[in-house]
């Protein structure tokens, strides 16, 4: 049986997300200490290059809606990734534009 790259890196974190929600996990792999290390990647669907990036952790504990936009750039593109409430990639899309805001002076 053949597993591509995105199945086998989903199939790894909810691995690693049962371990720390189980009563015995050890404590090097609790949620917390998977989200500090929280490293994530998928494919690009812009330039179908692999990305890797961190979770934005110091962020993400105050949230109180899912599933939370992140904004990624990449290269010279831009994307919106939504995490669920266990950080989890729950939808990507590219960013029509960038553009900055400014106050008015």
């Not at 591509?4 to 996990?25: F, G, P, Q, R, Y």
């Not at 990449?74 to 899309?93: M, V």
Request: aromatic letters at 8%.
């Amino acid at each position: 049986m053949m597993i591509d790259s995105k199945n086998l890196v989903h199939l790894l974190e909810n691995v690693l997300l049962t371990i720390a929600d189980s009563d015995n996990c050890p404590p090097q792999y609790t949620m917390v200490n998977l989200m500090s290390e929280g490293l994530k990647w998928f494919q690009c669907p812009v330039c179908k290059e692999s990305i890797h990036w961190k979770l934005p952790e110091n962020e993400l504990k105050n949230v109180k809606r899912f599933p939370v936009p992140i904004v990624i750039q990449h290269k010279d593109h831009y994307l919106i990734c939504y995490l669920d409430s266990h950080y989890q990639l729950a939808d990507t899309e590219i960013a029509t534009a960038f553009v900055e805001g400014k106050s008015k002076e």
